[in-house]
T-cell receptor
Framework: EPEVTQTPSHQVTQMGQEVILRCVPI?????FYWYRQILGQKVEFLVS????????KSEIFDDQFSVERPDGSNFTLKIRSTKLEDSAMYFC??????????????FGPGTRLTVL | AQKITQTQPGMFVQEKEAVTLDCTYD???????LFWYKQPSSGEMIFLIY??????QNATEGRYSLNFQKARKSAKLVISASQLGDSAMYFC?????????????FGSGTRLLVRP
């Protein structure tokens, strides 16, 4: 069964460093998302991406964040200068379309980012 | 603004018994979808069940069913015959047409513990 994959599963970084979180969405999917979950809290939307551009971003997704789909298979989230409060689980999700509400978003296993 | 409320931070259930997890939502869009996800301690998000706002019948998927009370804006998850493996966090989520990206809005979750 096709699945969304994410690497690395766990990343530890120093405050102020750049990190890139990688995702490989399901191959025929067209819509891509990043969510984050601070430990013990709810899952929050960061950004959505369609047709090689951001379709929506949340207030969390400030200038320190960027997304790319560099090669038609990978979907990356970059944090330019990490802060302690960026420590969270980051989930990538993809869906086939938006034509109906039941376009299930398939979630990856997550990357746990720890900023020291 | 869209909002999902889960008022039960934690619940216990005896193995083999049924349990109901509450979820209320708020949206001004008459067209929306409601989702339940399970998050075990390993962290991944597992899709369980979907209910569309125009669906005439309550959704069912194996041991999971959704008690959908549209007028009350309530979408309760019912798990029948609980198993030890059902111990996890459960998140209710919604998407509607208010946002161009059809992102998911999540509730704060309910931690379910199944007792042997």
């Amino acid at each position: 069964e096709p699945e969304v994959t994410q690497t690395p599963s766990h990343q530890v970084t120093q405050m102020g460093q750049e990190v890139i979180l990688r995702c490989v969405p399901i191959s025929n999917h067209l819509y891509f998302y990043w969510y984050r979950q601070i430990l013990g809290q709810k899952v929050e939307f960061l950004v959505s991406f369609y047709n090689n551009e951001i379709s929506e971003k949340s207030e969390i997704f400030d200038d320190q964040f960027s997304v790319e789909r560099p090669d038609g298979s990978n979907f990356t989230l970059k944090i330019r200068s990490t802060k302690l409060e960026d420590s969270a689980m980051y989930f990538c999700a993809s869906s086939a379309g938006q034509g109906t509400f039941y376009n299930e978003q398939f979630f990856g296993p997550g990357t746990r980012l720890t900023v020291l | 603004a869209q909002k999902i409320t889960q008022t039960q931070p934690g619940m216990f259930v005896q193995e083999k018994e049924a349990v109901t997890l509450d979820c209320t939502y708020d949206t001004s869009d008459p067209s929306y979808g409601l989702f339940w996800y399970k998050q075990p301690s390993s962290g991944e998000m597992i899709f369980l069940i979907y209910q569309g706002s125009y669906d005439q019948q309550n959704a069912t998927e194996g041991r999971y069913s959704l008690n959908f009370q549209k007028a009350r804006k309530s979408a309760k998850l019912v798990i029948s015959a609980s198993q030890l493996g059902d111990s996890a966090m459960y998140f209710c989520a919604m998407r509607d047409r208010m946002d161009s990206s059809y992102k998911l809005i999540f509730g704060s979750g309910t931690r379910l513990l199944v007792r042997p």
